[in-house]
């Protein structure tokens, strides 16, 4: 089987709800391909901010019915993350929308100490695989990508997105750690990222990129720009070289403990 993804790499204007959307919603009328999944930033409408209580929705809110309507319309899945409030708690919330409205939610982990983000929002305690034409999918969030044992590939899945909101002072570390993520996984990896600066006055350099099993970069951006990048991904192909390199049966057993 095959997977068809559109990774879309942005400038986010700063805590801009209605005026993000308006401009995603035009950036998704320039795929002409037909897509399976199309992989929006972390907190894509807004950027990464901490005013977590005075932007959040719910999940009937702006960015989530609009994300509704887009996969709808386009006949895709949507998928990128949201500041979402849950009976006054706050989730950097990954949310992957199927066509027919059904959400399928993953929360960070790993909170951004650094930035204060572990005061303002609360620490996701699952991770959730989705399938999608016979792929597995494990959706992460931005720091997520430095803690190799949150994301150890068991047998789980075959494709690991990661959207972020990820500095260009770092990112040799995001090239290095998604290459990493990759091989130690033998899976699929994706990371999306957004260009441009931000209301605390971050720069991002974007870098999105796809990885595949073997760490090799199959697609990337040219950095600090916008843009869209199509990209496909053979089950069979990584079924093959799992069968030829099966790395995975020597893997140790372990488990995690809060």
Not at 155 to 177: G, K, T
């Amino acid at each position: 089987m095959e997977l068809k993804l559109a990774l879309v790499q942005p400038d986010i204007i700063w805590e801009d709800i209605n005026a993000n959307l308006e401009a995603f919603s035009r950036k998704l009328e320039d795929i002409a391909d037909k897509i399976d999944v199309v992989i929006l930033p972390e907190l894509f409408s807004t950027g990464f901010t901490m005013r977590s209580r005075e932007l959040a929705e719910g999940m009937e809110g702006r960015a989530v019915s609009w994300m509704k309507k887009m996969s709808a319309k386009y006949r895709c899945v949507l998928a990128g993350s949201l500041i979402i409030n849950e009976k006054k708690t706050y989730f950097n919330r990954f949310i992957w929308m199927e066509p027919g409205g059904r959400a399928i939610t993953y929360d960070k982990r790993h909170l951004f100490r650094m930035s204060g983000e572990d005061q303002h929002y609360t620490q996701g305690e699952e991770n959730v695989t989705v399938e999608i034409n016979t792929f597995r999918v494990r959706p992460q969030i931005c720091y997520d990508l430095r803690f190799p044992v949150w994301s150890r590939n068991c047998q789980e899945y075959d494709v690991l997105i990661y959207v972020a909101n990820w500095p260009a002072a770092r990112r040799d570390i995001w090239i290095s750690l998604l290459k990493a993520r990759a091989i130690e996984n033998q899976a699929y990896v994706i990371g999306v990222n957004r260009v441009g600066k931000d209301g605390m006055g971050i720069v991002y350099s974007g870098d999105s990129l796809a990885c595949n099993a073997k760490g090799q970069i199959i697609a990337s951006f040219p950095a600090k720009q916008e843009g869209i990048q199509v990209i496909q991904l053979s089950l069979k192909e990584l079924q093959d070289f799992k069968h030829k390199f099966p790395v995975w049966k020597d893997g140790d057993q372990f488990e995690i403990r809060d």
